[in-house]
């Protein structure tokens, strides 16, 4: 059974932190990379940042040194810690596998106030 079960969005100042969680089934998470993506009013799906099964990242050029994945391969959980938060940050936050496949969770809403 596929799953991806998002948390830890809310509302936030600008130069603020909060730490997204996701859940993954196994048959998402062992396949390959993992990623988070974001979707703001009006706007496309992005991809925002992504973990290989090896570790390696890669970043939005526009949050990379503030935000970092991670992932645990034991409990099958990815987790997107943000850190000095922009307006620009606010969005619905999803993970998925990357690339996604044709499944998504009810994302997390993450509002960051200027």
């Known amino acids: 059974q596929v799953q991806l079960v998002e948390s830890g969005g809310g509302l936030v100042q600008a130069g603020g932190s909060l730490r997204l969680s996701c859940a993954a089934s196994?048959?998402?998470?062992?396949?390959?990379?993992m990623g988070w993506y974001r979707q703001a009013p009006g706007k496309q799906r992005e991809l925002v940042a992504v973990i290989a099964s090896g570790e390696s990242t890669a970043y939005l050029d526009s949050v990379k040194g503030r935000f970092t994945i991670s992932r645990v391969n034991a409990t099958n959980t990815v987790a997107l810690q943000m850190n000095s938060l922009k307006p620009e940050d606010t969005a619905v936050y999803y993970c998925?596998?990357?690339?996604?496949?044709?499944?998504w969770g009810q994302g997390t809403q993450v509002t960051v106030s200027s």
């Open positions: 196994r048959s998402i998470f062992s396949i390959n990379s």
């Open positions: 998925n596998s990357v690339p996604a496949v044709n499944y």
